[in-house]
């Protein structure tokens, strides 16, 4: 919780990047889905949504800033919620055809330079592994199944799709080297 | 530390315009209080002011598919406030003041003398309460935590320019800002709770 909260602070100030951001989006959601089903009453500790308008409730007192100032923090919560239910009502909104027809042909070749690279480097690491890759191959989890990891995929674009997939497969494959190493350099 | 306000903004934009409901939300986190002040200085009942705060965010996000992103997401939405607030005036048969507020002072200045006369003594008395609570804490807190949450909120320096000024990483300033923020919440529950 503590860590969330430190990437809340540093997102009011502009200071939180696009993976912390996600994160404080999912935290938020999933602490909407809770409260709707627990007792706001019962929780020992404010909610990340009571942090937020706390600390925004901060900011606007010591800059003094006037009419928000007189919304108690309790009346600005019930405001976010009444406005976050009236939203979730709202007809799911999609990007404009104009913005889709400009990304398109970007998503396509990005798409296909990812997929060309993700290729590469599963044919590199057979190549390079497959004396040793009976060795653990049970205890490791390819990125490509982790379902964790693909949900952050998804939410970036494929530029930094890409760059994080080449960063998990790099990890995935040192880990399985060292491990694979570990055991045959011991014939013992 | 220029544009990285509008990059997150426009990012989290995007999400909306791509389904995602949740990022909306940290859109009315993070401007309910602005949009709240900006209305302010032309409504005088608070029940109006947050009745045109929330028709303010349910139009922007209706309209969201149009956004180009030509200007910032703030200023785009700034105006929306402005003309939901001038339109909800006109609809009660009040004439909407004749001044322009600046988007650059319009959360940061005083309401008007209206505004001040419609508050209740209660209302007043709690705002009253709470910026006292706050600046105790405030005075309260550590060196490095007070140094650091000042420099953030009183002087508008990026985490990077605090750095440097207190000769720590960026991390440290980090960690002090919200620890200092944490700080002034726990004071706060704790005055809610007397």
Not at chain 1, 44 to 64: A, E
Not at chain 1, 69 to 95: C, D, M, N, V, Y
Not at chain 2, 29 to 52: A, C, F, T
């Amino acid at each position: 919780m503590a860590n969330i909260k430190e990437t809340m602070s540093a997102f009011i100030d502009e200071e939180a990047n696009e993976i912390e951001t996600h994160r404080l989006l999912r935290s938020i959601a999933k602490e909407k889905n809770d409260n709707e089903s627990h007792d706001l009453e019962t929780r020992d500790q404010p909610s990340l949504i009571t942090s937020f308008i706390t600390f925004m409730s901060i900011r606007t007192s010591m800059l003094q800033q006037s009419y928000s100032q007189r919304i108690s923090l309790a009346e600005h919560e019930a405001l976010f919620q009444r406005i976050s239910s009236a939203i979730g009502k709202e007809p799911t909104k999609h990007a404009s055809s104009v913005g889709v027809s400009l990304r398109k042909p970007v998503i396509g070749f990005a798409l296909a330079a990812s997929l060309l690279v993700v290729v590469s480097f599963v044919t590199l690491n057979m190549e390079n592994t497959e004396s040793v890759k009976v060795v653990g191959e049970d205890n490791v989890n390819p990125i490509e199944s982790d379902n964790g990891v693909e949900s952050e995929l998804r939410d970036l674009d494929a530029e930094r799709q890409r760059h994080l997939r080449q960063y998990l497969n790099e990890h995935d494959r040192v880990m399985r080297t060292k491990r694979a190493s570990q055991l045959v350099s011991n014939p013992k | 530390m220029v544009g990285q306000k509008d990059s997150v903004d426009k990012e989290l934009v995007e999400r909306v315009r791509r389904g995602d409901k949740r990022a909306f939300d940290l859109l009315i986190l993070k401007y309910q209080h602005k949009i709240i002040s900006i209305v302010g200085r032309y409504l005088g009942d608070r029940n109006d002011v947050q009745d045109v705060s929330q028709e303010t965010f349910i139009k922007a996000y209706r309209a969201i598919p149009n956004f180009r992103g030509e200007s910032a997401f703030y200023t785009w939405l700034y105006r929306i406030a402005i003309n939901t607030a001038k339109n909800h005036l006109v609809s009660k048969s009040r004439r909407p003041p004749n001044i322009d507020i600046d988007i650059d002072d319009g959360e940061f200045q005083d309401s008007s003398a209206v505004l001040r006369d419609n508050e209740s003594p209660q209302a007043s008395l709690a705002t009253k309460q709470m910026e006292e609570v706050i600046f105790r804490a405030i005075e309260n807190l550590p060196e490095e935590l007070r140094v650091a949450v000042t420099l953030r909120e009183f002087e508008g320096l990026s985490y990077e320019e605090i750095a440097r000024i207190m000769d720590c990483p960026v991390g440290t300033v980090r960690s002090r800002i919200f620890r200092a923020r944490e700080a002034i919440e726990q004071k706060i529950t704790l005055m809610d709770n007397d």
